[in-house]
């Protein structure tokens, strides 16, 4: 109990958020925990180091684009990093973020705790290739842990060719998965350190075009 109280202070310090931001990233986490039970949101091991490895984790885009007021976040899941991005952001004017999840079940949870945070999060329940047409002009595309980049790419072609930046964070094979997406991309990119694991990257995407185009 003691190391998660340690993970949480940190993170919550680096985060630099208001007092009551803080409390709703709590609320958020006792609810990720509460229907943790029910749902099987995210690994089970995960949940000892929730504060490093899913709030912090998740916190740190912000800081990749901090005058992004408008986010999409591609199966969200449990909320990492949507809601999250939307409990932190909700004391900026305008900020919204958008949460595509095609599992009803999951939207349930994301529905609840943004109601309970009042995060500026708006829940899609419905496939990403379905959806992403309706997202155009928006400011930032991300999604962790959902696909390789190759596929990320192809989903968010509408986006990322009209001036939308991705974020997409990625483990160690961050480097293999841009040389797949190579040969079917081309693509300006920024590969960027994740604050939470030392072999983590996260991959910056600001211009896409296909190959044969």
């Known amino acids: 109990m003691a190391a998660r109280q340690d993970d949480r202070a940190r993170v919550l310090a680096q985060a630099n958020v208001s007092r009551e931001t803080a409390e709703a990233l709590e609320l958020y986490v006792e609810q990720l925990r509460r229907w943790q039970s029910v749902k ?26 901090p005058d992004a007021t408008t986010w999409l976040d591609l199966g969200s899941g449990a909320g990492i990093p949507g809601l999250i991005l939307a409990i932190a952001g909700r004391d900026r004017p305008g900020f919204q973020v958008d949460l595509i999840e095609s599992n009803s ?40 842990a959902l696909a390789p980049l190759d596929q990320l790419l192809a989903w968010t072609e509408p986006l990322l060719t009209t001036g939308t930046i991705g974020l997409f964070p990625k483990g160690r094979d961050a480097q293999a998965e841009l040389t797949d997406a190579a040969q079917r991309w081309r693509f300006v990119y920024d590969l960027l350190p994740s604050r939470t694991e030392s072999e983590a990257r996260i991959v910056r995407v600001t211009t896409l075009s296909r190959v044969d185009s």
């Open 40 to 65: 099987n949101l995210v690994g089970p091991a995960t949940l000892a180091e929730v504060w490093t490895r899913h709030i912090a984790d998740a916190l740190q885009l912000l800081d990749i684009a």
């Open 105 to 144: 079940r999951k939207c349930a949870f994301l529905t609840e705790a943004a109601r309970l945070t009042k995060a500026p999060a708006r829940i899609c329940n419905r496939r990403i290739e379905d959806a992403i047409g309706d997202h155009v002009g928006v400011a930032v595309v991300c999604a962790r």
